[in-house]
């Protein structure tokens, strides 16, 4: 079992809907971290959470850290947003991080 | 601007040809990282450094080395490269503390035949 599990592995929308992904790990953390990935693109990070919930503009990404889960939520989603979305989990104080399988997020016009 | 730099962008290469990946960064971050991405895989780490001279093992380490002679750089070396190591890297560096996310390079596609 991965230490970081995603889900969905796909998720398809249509623009403007709301949209979630989740994120649940197994192991004591540092931090969470959520990533975004374009298509033939680098890697963007657009969270660290340790607790509670952030937001930057359209982007609120939560975590509970009790349930060891943490969601990225999208609204009012655009065909820009289509990229893969990646949860990763920093633990202890060496930065290593440990990485979700992503979700392909599709955003149709 | 705050980046990290990598090169080569795109790389063909031959089995048991010897090359670097540079990885360079400009915001004096202590900590940085090496990883591999593949289709299925996902993410996974080869090598970090948490100080200049100070390098450790990640999940991916063999037939990879690295080396951290001055805080700006982290090049990645394979010695011997072979098939299996055609991959999408990515070179990353991180701030020191809490509030200090990660910045990523553009990444370099190697193919080794």
């Known amino acids: 079992k991965n230490e970081v599990e995603q889900s969905p592995q796909n998720l398809t929308a249509q623009e403007g809907e709301f949209i979630t992904i989740n994120c649940s790990y197994s192991v004591g953390i540092s931090a969470l971290h959520w990533l975004q990935q374009h298509p033939g693109g680098g890697i963007v990070s657009l969270f660290m959470?340790?607790?509670g919930k952030k937001k930057h503009g359209r982007l609120i990404a939560t975590i509970n850290i009790q349930e060891k889960h943490s969601s990225l939520h999208i609204t009012a989603s655009h065909p820009r947003d289509s990229a893969v979305y990646i949860c990763a989990v920093s633990r202890g104080s060496n930065y290593k991080l440990t990485f979700g399988k992503g979700t392909l997020l599709t955003v149709n016009p | 601007e705050a980046q990290v730099t990598q090169n080569p962008r795109y790389l063909i290469t031959v089995t048991g040809k010897k090359l670097t990946v540079t990885c360079s960064q400009n915001?004096?971050?202590?900590?940085m990282s090496w990883y591999r991405q593949d289709p299925g895989l996902g993410l996974r780490q080869i090598y970090y450094?948490?100080?200049?001279?100070?390098?450790d093992k990640g999940d991916v380490p063999e037939g990879y080395k690295v080396s951290r002679k001055e805080k700006r750089n982290f090049p990645l070396i394979l010695e011997s490269p072979s098939p299996n190591q055609t991959s999408l890297y990515f070179c990353?560096?991180?701030?020191?503390?809490?509030?200090?996310?990660?910045?990523f390079g553009s990444g370099t596609r190697l193919t080794v035949v």
């Open positions: 959470l340790s607790s």
């Open positions: 450094s948490m100080n200049v001279e100070v390098t």
């Open positions: 990353a560096s991180r701030g020191g503390g809490r509030n200090y996310g990660y910045t």
């Open positions: 915001m004096n971050h202590e900590y």
